[in-house]
């Protein structure tokens, strides 16, 4: 562990560090930004009588749209003189949300990064090939400068140029990637199609996160790669990745920095607390960054919290997988349906491969759903060598049997008719580098 004492601390005095913690923030946010000054004042928090851990339900919600309206540095708490670095994530509407860290901001981001690698099984002396990408995006720079701080050689690579990658992974023998799993699924099919088999690859640990993923996907870039795959997760807002990171004993749910990040999870639709292991909205409160604080930042990432002790020892809280967003979720003819359950559903189908895209398109005034998805391997085969022997009725008669298989399997668990449409493998959407778009909804629901 990069900090056991910290890591382990026993609950309840992680519980009176947060409660201090709490405190000041609400005195700090109070004092320094005129936004939570008003917030406050409607939610009726008077910070000289805030009781700490007990009160934080009362405390407002900060949302996404809160930093757009307040474009480009309205929420910070320092001076722009004091902020060292900015960095922003691009929005899907419009400016992006910009957000800014203090020296002693980059140096948490830093810390909870090294931990994060720790985590991982990354131990110092160790060769990171770091392919999350470099520039305003928070994944290049914050694990870049957690794996100096862990004694990690770490290689800037960034994303993209997947020539390049293999070429350095095979030359330099790096122990560890990080990268979007799309992207280590990307590279992992690269270093097939060279013949390179995953025991000849030097990696032993991969590090996904920035992007929803899922055990299938685990399973084939720890095959594809040769590795353990854990997952890292976080968002600018609340610092960049290092918000959370599975350890690579337990494999099952990410350990939330709590020290630094205060989780709670909340029903979508009201608001209120939600038990331990139900399922709602990541809600995150910052208990020690200076130039950007935020109270309860609504993540809109749906996953549950997990407080069991977990087999490495560690007291932190664990979140479960990010299973969709309250913002990605579609609504088509009137069912609600998150990619991760499309996904869940293909994995269970050994026919097809969970590579996929779904377009969502507007028929007249119905929905149209279409899942593209790619045969499996074997399928594949099977199909090209019926083909080529003159027995395309048969060939034929086995696409129809897939396409009718996944389109009553979604119909049953998902509740939706899909028009199923098969693909050859490698022909989905790959990642190029950074983060992978596979739902496309062409309807244009605002115009
Ligand atoms: O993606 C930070 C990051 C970089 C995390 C590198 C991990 C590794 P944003 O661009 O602001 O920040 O996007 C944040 O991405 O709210 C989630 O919806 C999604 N996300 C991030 N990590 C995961 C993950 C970075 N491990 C948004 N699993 C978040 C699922 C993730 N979704």
Not at 264 to 275: A, H, I, K, N, Y
Request: aromatic content about 6%.
């Amino acid at each position: 562990m990069y900090q056991p004492e910290i890591e382990t601390m026993p609950q309840d005095r992680l519980r009176r560090l947060q409660d201090e913690r709490l405190k000041r923030l609400v005195a700090y946010v109070h004092q320094r930004v005129p936004f939570y000054r008003e917030r406050l004042a409607e939610a009726g928090v008077d910070p000289g009588r805030f009781a700490g851990l007990g009160d934080l339900p009362r405390l407002p919600f900060t949302r996404k749209q809160d930093l757009r309206d307040h474009y480009p540095f309205g929420l910070f708490a320092v001076p722009r003189e004091r902020v060292i670095r900015v960095h922003a994530s691009s929005g899907t509407t419009g400016k992006p949300t910009v957000v800014g860290y203090t020296r002693k901001d980059i140096g948490v981001f830093a810390e909870v990064n090294a931990r994060s690698l720790a985590a991982a099984g990354a131990r110092p002396g160790m060769m990171l090939h770091n392919a999350y990408g470099y520039g305003l995006f928070t994944g290049g720079l914050g694990v870049h400068y957690g794996g100096e701080l862990l004694g990690l050689t770490v290689v800037p690579v960034s994303g993209g140029m997947t020539e390049r990658q293999i070429t350095l992974i095979q030359d330099f023998r790096p122990d560890v990637i990080t990268a979007t799993p799309s992207y280590l699924q990307t590279l992992a099919e690269e270093f097939k199609k060279r013949g390179v088999a995953p025991e000849a690859i030097s990696l032993k640990i991969a590090i996904p996160g920035a992007e929803p993923w899922t055990e299938a996907i685990r399973r084939d870039i720890e095959e594809g790669l040769g590795v353990k795959a854990v997952n890292i997760y976080g968002l600018s807002e609340v610092i960049g990745p290092g918000v959370s990171q599975e350890c690579v004993e337990g494999q099952a749910g990410s350990h939330i920095w709590e020290d630094h990040f205060l989780p709670e999870v909340v029903d979508p639709e009201t608001g209120e607390p939600l038990p331990e292991g139900e399922k709602g909205v990541l809600v995150l409160t910052t208990l020690t960054k200076e130039a950007l604080p935020l109270l309860r930042y609504w993540t809109g990432d749906i996953t549950y919290l997990v407080r069991e002790p977990c087999v490495c020892g560690r007291t932190h809280a664990r979140m479960g997988p990010v299973l969709g967003r309250t913002d990605d979720m579609l609504i088509i003819r009137g069912v609600n349906v998150y990619p991760t359950q499309v996904e869940a559903v293909l994995e269970a189908i050994p026919e097809v491969a969970p590579h996929y895209q779904l377009v969502v398109r507007r028929e007249g005034t119905l929905d149209e759903a279409v899942l593209r998805v790619e045969v499996s391997e074997p399928v594949f085969r099977r199909i090209a060598h019926e083909v080529l022997s003159d027995e395309v009725v048969e060939a034929d008669h086995e696409l129809c049997r897939i396409r009718d298989r996944v389109r009553s399997k979604i119909k049953d668990t998902i509740g939706v008719t899909m028009r199923v449409e098969l693909l050859a493998p490698g022909e989905a959407p790959r990642s190029a580098g950074g983060k992978l778009r596979r739902v496309v909804d062409e309807r244009n629901l605002t115009a």
